[in-house]
């Protein structure tokens, strides 16, 4: 009997996609070489793993989660109380191997919160974990010999005797640490979803009742799932901990949990690579929004309300439909459409940021004048002329952006069909 064996191909453009991955996050700091820059990139790096485990959730499972915060947050405040731990001697450990151990206390809070979340599935599961959430912080200043109060916990990441000249004090150095980190995190995660477990989970979350009736346990997949969410969730604390060296009580708020959901909305839920393009838009809103504007939390709101409205699956799924329409050699026809949404676009958001900062001068900065720049043009917060001007140019721009948007989707609907038409030509050629 003769044997035949089979060699599965080589997928090239997966290699080529972790390649590119991987060098990214070996040059940025080459690039970005400032203090602030490096912590700002390891702050990306924490944020693409915590986003990412949250889309286990939310994405791949279909759990609205109101309490991922309380798995990244307790394995911040273990992994800090073990870098405490090393400093005075007492756990023979690593300083490369803390996020291990906020990971692994994020699958053990998982494990006992898990059993009683995952027992329910949509809208009460998602208030059982909004009550756990509040739960966990409540107990946060009520337990200050864990939780540290409200000063939190502080640590020095700088510990024994350098390896190789590695001691973890330059931001440098964290980075790489956080980039290895987010690699093999990111790596894991997408390895999740092509295993049985992960198809598994996708099944529970389109057609729950079918899985029940081939046999699986839909409670038990989505409870294996929560776990494993919660270890990398917990790694995405513990890197928290390394960077920071102090952990505070608001690592395990709702406004935290908040963060997690509304980034992994915005950058797609419904595509792998969308809570990594969530995670960097959390980290620039945070850090580098923030300084321009007192009112970056509402300008947040806007643009998520937005997003729901326009796009509701993401940045990820924008990304991807116009690259379905490029394959087939359509996108050039769109450039004076996605030009005229933009211009128009930024008409509707001049307007509306004049009113929002003039509102915020008058709440906050009312005893300094009612001068407001804005964009390099000087408004007057009391002044009816600057109010007249702002309402116009909002009302002008969200009449002109309804106009191009209506146009834009019927050429959107006839660029679809065909496409459509096309797809179908060549299955029959």
Partial sequence: MTKYYEFKPLNLGRWIVWSLFALILAVMPLLFTS?????????????????????MLL???????????????LGSFVAIHAL????????????????????????GFAVLFGWVTTRKSGTTFAMITLGLGELVFAMSLMIP??????????????????FFGITFGPPLQVYYLIAVYTFLAVAAMYAFTRTPLGRMLNAVRDNPERVEFVGYNTQ????????????FAGIAGGLGSLLFEIVTAEVVGAARSGAYLLFTFLGGATFFFGPILGGILMVIAFVLLSEFTKAWLLYLGLIFMFMVMYAPGGIASLIMMNLRVASFGKLRTLWVSYLALGVTFLIVLLGA?????????????????????????TLHARGLNSWFGSLFVLLTGFGL????????KRQWGEIQTEIEKEIKRRETA
């Fill in 35 to 55: 203090s602030l820059s490096v912590t700002i990139l390891s702050q990306m790096g924490i944020a693409i793993i915590a986003c990412l485990s949250y889309n």
């Fill in 401 to 408: 952006f309804e106009v191009t948007r209506r146009q834009f």
């Fill in 220 to 231: 038990r997949v989505r409870y294996h799932a929560f776990v494993i969410s919660g270890f």
């Fill in 145 to 162: 010999e864990f939780f540290g109060g409200e000063g939190g916990v502080s640590s020095n990441r700088v510990i024994g005797k350098p």
């Fill in 59 to 73: 994405g791949q499972g279909g759990m609205l989660s109101f309490g991922h915060a309380v798995y990244t947050g």
């Fill in 353 to 377: 940021g004049a009113m929002i900062e003039m509102i915020y001068h008058l709440q906050l900065d009312s005893g300094s004048g009612d001068a407001v720049r804005f964009l390099g043009v």
């Fill in 84 to 107: 405490n731990s090393i400093s005075n001697g007492s756990l023979p450990l690593p300083v490369s191997l803390i996020p291990l151990v906020g990971g692994i206390a994020g699958l």
